[in-house]
């Protein structure tokens, strides 16, 4: 992906990043890297491990927060309905981030773009790489 639309994706994320191949990456499924061997690309894959997990820490920290009294089962149910693959991929929507998505052949075949499953993959691999990119 070229720098420019790089830079149109900081700019609706509201952070910059110190290195722009961590935002690359996080938009790199893995049917694409399959596809471009020659290339020396890494799917976002990692990422979107380590974004599952910044995520997780986040909510809870924000719900314990905000509901000091609760008792662990209510948070839990109440993570359980905040992060789950539809909101996460709400989410995606409204950063545009399928747009950006570098997809396979057969991925965009099929509609990738659109599908909830890797918009929510994606979402996870930008929190990651963001959260990495911070470190």
């Given at each position: 992906?070229?720098?420019?639309?790089?830079?149109?994706?900081?700019?609706?994320?509201?952070?910059?990043?110190?290195?722009?191949?961590?935002?690359?990456?996080?938009?790199?499924?893995?049917?694409?890297?399959?596809?471009?061997?020659?290339?020396?690309?890494?799917?976002?894959?990692?990422?979107?491990?380590?974004?599952?997990?910044?995520?997780?820490?986040?909510?809870?920290?924000?719900?314990m927060s905000s509901f000091p009294m609760?008792?662990?089962?209510?948070?839990?149910?109440?993570?359980?309905?905040?992060?789950?693959?539809?909101?996460?991929?709400?989410?995606?929507?409204?950063?545009?981030?399928?747009?950006?998505?570098?997809?396979?052949?057969?991925?965009?075949?099929?509609?990738?773009?659109?599908?909830?499953?890797?918009?929510?993959?994606c979402f996870e691999a930008v929190s990651g790489a963001v959260y990495q990119d911070?470190?």
């Amino acid at each position: 992906m070229d720098e420019v639309s790089l830079q149109g994706l900081e700019f609706t994320l509201e952070y910059h990043f110190r290195d722009l191949q961590l935002l690359d990456q996080s938009l790199c499924h893995r049917s694409f890297v399959n596809e471009n061997p020659g290339m020396g690309l890494r799917d976002n894959e990692l990422l979107e491990f380590l974004g599952d997990a910044v995520l997780e820490l986040a909510i809870r920290s924000l719900l314990m927060s905000s509901f000091p009294m609760a008792k662990e089962g209510e948070l839990t149910k109440i993570k359980s309905s905040l992060v789950n693959e539809a909101s996460l991929a709400m989410l995606a929507r409204d950063l545009n981030l399928g747009k950006y998505l570098k997809l396979g052949r057969g991925e965009e075949l099929t509609h990738g773009r659109e599908k909830d499953s890797l918009l929510a993959d994606c979402f996870e691999a930008v929190s990651g790489a963001v959260y990495q990119d911070g470190r």
